[in-house]
């Protein structure tokens, strides 16, 4: 382990132990927290006790659903904004300040258009990730040195192989960069939208026992979730970090 | 080689090409009318001062850029809109891709063209053993120097063994010394596959070591204005630089070029400011 990743570790540690501690030591109401052993026991009790399964499949069915769909049509978007640098000028600002909409309140508009299911919760997600995705795309298109477009002509690429041999693996780093944007912001998307306006899934079981002062479900549910999408994220890194290395990017 | 009735390899006639207006920039007559014909397996360098057309002759040679005017023939056929099989192309520029391995950079076009995978294995392994690169297969791009990832570059081009070779400043990123030695790399290359060359460089005592024929280009737009024949034997490398008659061909060049370089100094408005140009 590098001397950097054994002192995030201490650090988590550290957090935990204090936090187990605080706890115990009756530093912290235990209607506010449980200690952390609590949360994790609880988490535990949920996973097997099956009762969560049919919510937890629910997220994330909708994360991905909502996630492979933000990753197909932002990069459609990104790379037709990229060869229609017209229609890029004009939508520009729009794009710049899309994050400063709060997407949310287009729900019950998803609402009337998809009915009282889980589709306005996938919409809700994909509104909130595709952008990002189609930003990143656009930004790759342009970083791809000019002589790398020139030696897929010299190579008598057609243009569908030249964007699928030589484009896209150019601007992969930037396109890898998207799609874990698109996933931090469906998961966001979804359990947020799930948090305040849905009768199912992760995030309404969390509101609910929340709502209820079960605590010890509550944690449980929020450790799972952290510890799933952490654990996605790590594995994100790590082929990042692989990926990077290979390119001599890091 | 196929080279029709042993005319020229490739020719130009009559070649102009001027970049279209954009937006407020007026259209830009970059290049000619040049012609030209390149001798077959001929060593062939193009010469001028910067921003003189140099690369576009070779994009329009190697129908990378179409003609504003006038054509442009390769083994007897028009070159027009796309790169015609038989010519390579080397640029300046690191084209090396990042996300393959060396031996997959150089096996990448002829994987492409459909060729057994036993062809394609046997003329990488010797296209990268040529070019000192057999010990670097299985690196990336990244681990390896300029100088070497150029020459990946070149194995990815000689692999498809072009009858025509195209070289866009390939030694331009490169120092002095590493230039000399990759120039004698380039004649080895040169003799032993036959191919015509056509090297655009902006290096007089390149283009004075490695070629045949050197044509000097005047300033934008470019136009051949004289074409110089160096004489030496086939059999040459880099040691050429010590002799006598090598000064005589660098002078030559010189003498020709100043002029147009001046010219291209006062069209870029180098010389209207704090820099004094001497005539």
Redesign the interface.
Do not use: H, I, N
């Given at each position: 382990m590098s001397r950097a990743g054994f002192i995030r570790l201490l650090i988590v540690a550290v957090a935990i132990v204090g936090l187990e501690v605080a706890c115990h030591a009756g530093l912290i109401d235990p209607i506010t927290i449980i200690p952390p052993s609590a949360m994790a026991a609880g988490a535990w009790k949920l996973l097997i006790s099956g009762r969560y399964t049919e919510d937890i499949l629910l997220t994330l069915g909708s994360v991905a659903l909502a996630a492979a769909l933000a990753v197909a049509g932002g990069f459609g978007l990104g790379y037709g904004l990229f060869r229609l640098p017209r229609l890029r000028r004009a939508l520009d600002p729009l794009l710049a300040s899309y994050y400063a909409v709060p997407t949310f309140i287009f729900y019950p508009l998803f609402i009337v258009l998809f009915g009282l299911n889980r589709l306005p919760l996938v919409a809700i997600g994909f509104v909130f990730a595709v952008v990002a995705m189609a930003i990143n795309t656009l930004t790759g298109f342009e970083r791809v040195p000019p002589v790398l477009r020139r030696t897929a002509r010299a190579l008598r690429l057609s243009e569908p192989a030249a964007l699928v041999q030589i484009t896209m693996p150019a601007c992969a780093p930037y396109l890898f960069t998207g799609v874990k944007l698109v996933i931090a912001y469906s998961f966001i998307g979804v359990i947020a939208g799930e948090f305040v306006l849905s009768g199912s899934g992760i995030g309404h079981e969390i509101a609910f026992a929340y709502n209820n002062f079960d605590n010890p479900t509550m944690y449980g549910l929020m450790l799972l979730l952290i510890g799933f999408v952490s654990g996605l994220n790590m594995l994100l890194f790590a082929w990042e970090r692989r990926f990077y290395r290979r390119r001599g990017l890091t | 080689m196929s080279v029709a009735a042993k005319g020229p390899h490739a020719s130009l006639r009559g070649v102009t090409r001027v970049y279209p207006a954009v937006e407020d920039h007026p259209p830009v007559h970059a290049l000619g009318p040049v012609d030209l014909d390149l001798r077959p397996g001929e060593f062939f360098s193009v010469v001028g001062p910067s921003g003189c057309g140099k690369s576009t002759l070779l994009d329009v040679l190697?129908g990378?850029a179409p003609v504003s005017a006038g054509s442009v023939a390769f083994e007897g056929r028009a070159v027009a809109g796309?790169?015609p099989?038989g010519i390579?192309?080397v640029?300046q520029?690191?084209?090396s891709?990042?996300?393959l391995t060396v031996w997959d950079n150089a096996a990448?076009?002829l994987r492409?063209a459909a060729v057994s995978e036993s062809v394609v294995s046997e003329r990488v392994d010797h296209a990268l053993s040529f070019m000192g690169l057999a010990g670097f297969a299985s690196a990336?791009?990244?681990?390896l120097s300029g100088g070497m990832r150029q020459r990946l570059c070149i194995a990815r081009t000689l692999v498809t063994r072009p009858r025509l070779l195209l070289l866009d400043e390939p030694f331009g990123a490169l120092d002095q010394q590493t230039r000399l030695l990759m120039g004698d790399e380039l004649l080895r290359i040169w003799r032993e596959t036959g191919a015509t060359v056509l090297l655009i460089t902006h290096a007089l005592d390149e283009a004075a070591m490695l070629s045949d024929r050197v044509g000097v280009m005047s300033a934008r737009p470019g136009l051949l204005i004289e074409i110089v024949e160096t004489r030496w034997p086939r059999d040459r490398d880099s040691t050429i630089v010590s002799r006598p008659e090598f000064g005589e061909v660098t002078g030559r060049l010189w003498a020709r070029l100043r002029g147009e370089s001046l010219k291209a100094l006062e069209l870029t408005g180098v010389g209207r400011g704090g820099m004094e140009i001497v005539r």
């Open positions: - | 190697a990378l796309e790169v099989e390579g192309v640029f520029e690191d084209a891709f990042p996300w990448f076009a492409r990336y791009p990244a681990q």
